[in-house]
């Protein structure tokens, strides 16, 4: 079949997408005895290379693969606990993540108290409240971290250790656990070591600057660059204490550039490979939380 055939077959098979995905599914369901108590979700998105004005969804947006430059497609994957598709829809390039959740569940028609597993980027108070009216049960990665001082310790099936403390009940009667993983402290930690490396490098390459001759020395000029610096590197930027020091027969021109790198206390760069997972299925016992969420991370 040539491909200009094949895409012509795939535009005829679109209007049919969502009763064909149901009944293979369903088919599999049959044959295989899967498990639709565990619904894994996420989104990604892919850029077009030119324009795509004609394409009402190509927008801009957060590209995955670094290219925000282009028009942009999302795509939402509802897939069960073995790795299957139960659903995928595609949405604008600018939609947000956590506008999705609820629009691809509903329809999904998922059984109820079906274990719902986020990727922290789509979690918001708003999801968990909808999901939580919605009679699901989920299970997502917080944005806090924090530290462990009684730790217990759990092999996964890929063999590797995770270090696990369940934390105290907050008002909202979720399970929360505190996790650590060394491999992932190592991949964190040299993530923000580059991180840093670079950023220190431009921050001393305007310092040194400032004492030559024909160098950029006016303060809103460098204040500009090193708000770039900041963008480009959000990462550890937030960190930083960065300063001029005025020259004093001129005030608007600088001789001096002075920073100070102090974590904040509860950070990927002073905790790495921590993470918190929280959910509401409080009927299952911690041990059996970890493992469901690691093949989204």
Request: glycine fraction near 6%; charged fraction near 20%.
């Amino acid at each position: 079949m040539s491909l200009k055939r094949l895409y012509q077959v795939a535009d005829r098979l679109l209007p049919l997408q969502a009763g064909l995905e149901a009944q293979i599914y369903q088919r599999l369901d049959e044959s295989l005895g899967l498990n639709s108590q565990i619904a894994l979700y996420d989104l990604t998105n892919t850029y077009f290379e030119g324009l795509a004005t004609t394409v009402p969804m190509a927008q801009r947006g957060h590209s995955k693969q670094k290219r925000s430059d282009a028009p942009l497609l999302t795509l939402a994957l509802v897939l069960d606990g073995q790795g299957f598709v139960r659903r995928s829809q595609v949405f604008a390039g600018n939609v947000g993540e956590h506008s999705t959740l609820a629009q691809m569940l509903g329809a999904l028609q998922a059984a109820p108290g079906a274990l719902v597993v986020l990727d922290r980027g789509i979690v918001s108070q708003a999801n968990l409240d909808w999901l939580k009216a919605q009679g699901y049960r989920y299970l997502v990665m917080s944005k806090q971290r924090s530290r462990l001082d009684q730790p217990q310790t759990l092999t996964t099936a890929g063999q590797a250790t995770v270090q696990w403390q369940q934390l105290p009940a907050e008002k909202d009667g979720d399970i929360r656990l505190a996790c650590h993983s060394p491999e992932r402290a190592k991949k964190e930690s040299a993530m923000t070591a580059l991180a840093r490396t670079r950023l220190e490098t431009a921050l001393a390459k305007i310092h040194a600057g400032l004492s030559k001759p024909r160098a950029q020395k006016k303060l809103r000029d460098l204040w500009q660059r090193i708000g770039r610096l900041k963008q480009r590197y959000s990462s550890v930027a937030q960190h930083y204490q960065i300063d001029l020091d005025v020259d004093p027969g001129d005030p608007e021109k600088a001789i001096a550039l002075r920073y100070e790198y102090a974590p904040d206390a509860a950070s990927k760069a002073a905790l790495p490979g921590h993470y918190v997972l929280r959910s509401n299925a409080t009927d299952l016992a911690p041990e059996a939380l970890w493992p469901d969420l690691h093949p989204a991370h």
